[in-house]
């Protein structure tokens, strides 16, 4: 049966829907022995599939996993120097992704999956999955300075230099701190270094970010570097409210300075 390109390489544990797109466009998807392009279907039982030369592997069984990430490890598969990886805590034999962006210096809730279908749900700003965090910023925000996050701050992009309006997000106080204040922030949308530049652009610098929620899956109590697989209805609640825009939970436990 044919399917698009990049549904079989998401399939096969490639990435998201969305990674695996950039791959073909990238020039390194053959289907028998010419270029791909995006858009093309094929059918594994009938054409052969290659992926930097090598023979596009059959499906994997789906994978999910739930890694609390700690500060200093990077959210990708490949390395980065001598930093470790969320992949080198969870060992695996699964060709697994990191579901969204948790950079070097944050922590919390990351999901690894081998599912490129519900990677791509997850991640894609239509769906409007929730991401909630707990955000430690440097002293006492004024109430300005919280609705402007609300309604959305104008970023410049790094990339390509236009200014970008954040979508609008829940942003409240969840405690106090020494020198600072714990803000409870959930967002639809995941922008590189988002929360950061938003918190800078406002005058309130993050000292601190920790991930606690994406869409209905919750940190709970996991210490930083460990790791659990999802149960059936979590996958199962995952899914729903990847596909509805639907996760909002009671509020988390905010942490300790």
């Known amino acids: 049966m044919e399917e698009r390109l990049q549904k079989l390489l998401a399939q096969a544990g490639h990435g998201s829907r969305r990674a695996c797109e950039a791959l073909i466009e990238q020039g390194r998807v053959q289907v028998n022995g010419r270029r791909a392009v995006l858009g093309q279907k094929a059918d594994p039982a009938r054409d052969t599939i290659t992926l930097d030369g090598e023979p596009l592997a059959r499906p994997e069984k789906p994978t999910y996993i739930l890694l609390h990430k700690p500060r200093g490890v990077v959210s990708s598969r490949e390395p980065q120097g001598d930093r470790p990886t969320v992949i080198d805590l969870v060992p695996v034999a699964a060709r697994l992704y990191p579901v969204g962006r948790l950079d070097l210096d944050s922590e919390g809730l990351v999901l690894l999956t081998n599912d490129g279908e519900l990677a ?65 922030v959930v967002m639809r949308e995941g922008r590189k270094h988002e929360i950061r530049n938003i918190g800078a652009t406002l005058g309130l610098p993050v000292e601190r970010l920790l991930r606690v929620r994406l869409g209905t899956l919750t940190l709970g109590g996991l210490r930083p570097g460990e790791w659990r697989e999802l149960t059936k209805k979590e996958i199962g609640d995952l899914k729903k409210a990847a596909q509805t825009g639907a996760g909002r939970l009671k509020t988390a436990r905010t942490p300790k300075r």
């Open 120 to 184: 791509n749900t997850l991640t894609h700003p239509r769906y409007n999955v929730e991401k909630e965090y707990r955000v430690l910023v440097r002293g006492e925000p004024e109430a300005e300075q919280l609705q402007a996050w609300r309604r959305g701050v104008v970023l410049e992009d790094r990339a390509t230099g236009a200014r970008v309006r954040t979508r609008p997000a829940d942003v409240t106080r969840a405690a106090a701190a020494r020198g600072g204040t714990w803000l409870r």
